[in-house]
């Protein structure tokens, strides 16, 4: 994959340095699992569902409490999916088919002038889910 470098010419990237910046999220958005968090109870890469509510980090004072929009400095706590389909009955009290997803963290190392360094990054494994139709 290459992209525009900042002086015109074409960089190579590594595959995991063109994460975004930001990402939008809310309560009644269609995602997708992007990952097999319990493939026996079907909570797995390709399972859909809608968020029913996010949980932002309590170490996270960046924004006010009364706010509708919110642009947080971390990412939530956790995010409660109501899955289409799932083989589970209610899960930690919540309505059934609803699910904590929490943050998924993955190390990884790049090369860089012949010095390698760690690292980490940490996201939620959801991502939008559409659906389009022609007739």
């Given amino acids: 994959m290459s992209v525009k470098g900042t002086k015109g010419r074409r960089e190579k990237v590594h595959k995991h340095a063109s994460l975004s910046d930001e990402v939008t999220i809310s309560?009644?958005?269609n995602v997708m699992v992007t990952y097999n968090i319990q493939t026996e109870l079907d909570i797995a890469n390709r399972s859909q569902g809608e968020i029913?509510?996010?949980v932002i980090d309590k170490e996270d004072t960046s924004f006010g409490k009364k706010e509708s929009i919110?642009?947080?400095n971390q990412p939530p706590?956790?995010?409660l999916v109501k899955l289409d389909s799932m083989k589970s009955p209610s899960f930690l009290g919540l309505e059934k088919g609803v699910i904590p997803i929490?943050?998924?963290e993955r190390m990884f190392y790049i090369v860089n002038r012949n010095q390698k360094k760690k690292v980490t990054q940490k996201q939620i494994?959801?991502?939008a889910a559409y659906v389009f139709t022609d007739y």
Avoid: E, K, R, S
Wanted: zero cysteines; aromatic letters at 6%; a negative charge.
């Fill in 52 to 54: 029913t509510d996010i």
């Fill in 102 to 104: 929490t943050l998924l």
């Fill in 125 to 127: 494994p959801l991502t």
């Fill in 77 to 79: 706590a956790y995010v």
């Fill in 27 to 29: 309560v009644g958005m």
């Fill in 70 to 72: 919110i642009t947080v």
